[in-house]
């Protein structure tokens, strides 16, 4: 597999970077990787690199972006902060990756029995944690005011759900550079969700 040049790059779509992205997992969920010479990829790259996709994932030890879309060294920029939430950091970092570096596709990825959002949901408060939660509980509260309020594993999942519109919301919002790429079609922003029982990542449309 070819490492990502900035010729490849340019020749992709938000589209084309999406459909990568989509083909990856099946093959992950396959177990079909494909054959790569990582250590020839960390020489290609040595001197730059040309990302085609950015994803905000969550830290969770079960979801490693690379290998869930089985992508190589170069290929994609990996955000990843507890509950998949955005700060300032996050944002300049989602920034440089399509701005200034080139990716054409944002991932917002949400995940399966998320820890996180779990804790959110239970509101819970423990040191530097309670600040980070505290940007979860928008979607807390949304899917709060639709329910019964009952904190279970179906409630829990909602909130996820919504934490990832959310987190794109805020990103349009927040970053006019981001929103006015996406506005002339350079990039696309799309959520995503992985199941982490069965390696799945199904797209929102």
Request: proline letters at 2%; charged letters at 25%.
């Amino acid at each position: 597999m070819e490492t990502q040049t900035k010729e490849t790059q340019d020749k992709l779509t938000p589209q084309d970077a999406l459909t990568l992205l989509k083909k990856g997992n099946q093959r992950f969920v396959d177990n079909k990787k494909l054959g790569r010479d990582l250590l020839k990829q960390v020489v290609e790259t040595s001197t730059g690199q040309y990302p085609f996709a950015v994803v905000l994932g969550c830290i969770d030890s079960r979801v490693p972006t690379e290998i869930v879309f089985d992508q190589g060294v170069g290929d994609v920029f990996s955000t990843r902060v507890a509950g998949s939430v955005i700060n300032e950091d996050v944002l300049g970092s989602l920034e440089y990756s399509c701005k200034v570096a080139g990716s054409k596709l944002i991932i917002v990825l949400g995940h399966s029995k998320c820890g996180a959002v779990t804790s959110a949901c239970k509101e819970i408060e423990l040191g530097n944690i309670t600040a980070l939660l505290n940007k979860i509980k928008p979607a807390v509260d949304t899917i709060k005011s639709n329910s019964n309020g009952e904190v279970n594993d179906q409630f829990v999942d909602k909130v996820i759900h919504e934490n990832t519109k959310h987190s794109i919301e805020r990103i349009r919002k927040e970053s006019p550079i981001l929103a006015e790429m996406e506005a002339n079609n350079e990039i696309e922003i799309v959520g995503a969700y992985y199941d982490v029982n069965t390696g799945i990542v199904e797209f929102y449309s």
